[in-house]
């Protein structure tokens, strides 16, 4: 039964868009709508500001991280990381919202906040270096992505965190292919760009 309810209810959870909630509540939009589309923090920032971009990213954050605990509290460490993998799905595709969402990072934060503390510093570390190098946000966020499995192996993690590791790292590059493609043009937004009304980018 548990094999079945942690990842529904933490599906459940990771639907919670804050990215059009958030939008919604301050300026009255559909943030799918502007900018990117997309519903996270990067492009809540570019196209409404910082004080809701940050409720958007404090609330997907910490869905991940109580996708976890709930996964603990029902199982154990197999448990929590389905439950943190549901919670991203349900952010990318959130049943709420016609299955549009967001690109799982922030959300991703949260789950490896809860289950690696030490793996997530270094994934924050990258991030961060490769944002005031090339103030690519999307390179951050797939760089970040991609350290946290190859962390998890060289720091002997328990195998269903390497396992989170690779699927989750799996899950934000893919939903980065876009992004990956501009980077590889050349055509690729730097982070201060402010957005209006949907680009076909």
């Known amino acids: 039964m548990k094999l079945f ?32 589309g997309n519903t996270g923090f990067t492009n809540v920032l570019r196209v409404v500001g910082k004080g809701p ?3 958007v990213l404090l609330g997907d954050v910490l869905k991940g991280s109580l996708s976890v605990v709930l996964g603990f509290y029902l199982g154990d460490i197999s ?8 919670a991203m799905v349900g952010h990318n595709y959130p049943v709420y919202f016609h299955f549009r969402g967001g690109k799982g990072v922030a959300t991703g934060l949260g789950v490896a906040l809860a289950l690696a503390p030490d793996v997530t510093l270094l994934a924050l570390l990258i991030f961060i270096i490769t944002l005031l190098v ?3 946000v999307s390179l951050g966020s797939i760089l970040a992505a991609v350290s946290v499995p190859v ?12 396992l989170f590791g690779i699927c989750g790292a799996s899950f934000v590059v893919y939903r980065h292919k876009s ?10 937004n730097k982070v201060g760009k402010k957005w209006g009304k949907r680009e076909d980018i």
């Open 5 to 36: 309810l942690v990842p529904f209810l933490a599906y459940l959870l990771g639907s919670i868009s804050f990215g059009i909630i958030v939008t919604k509540l301050f300026k009255g939009i559909d943030i799918r709508e502007y900018g990117s």
């Open 53 to 55: 971009s940050v409720l």
């Open 79 to 86: 448990y929590a990381v389905l439950g943190g993998l549901a």
């Open 134 to 136: 090339s103030r690519y």
């Open 151 to 162: 962390a998890m192996y060289f720091l002997a993690k328990p195998f269903p965190l390497l």
């Open 179 to 188: 992004n990956i493609v501009r980077l590889y043009q050349g055509r690729e």
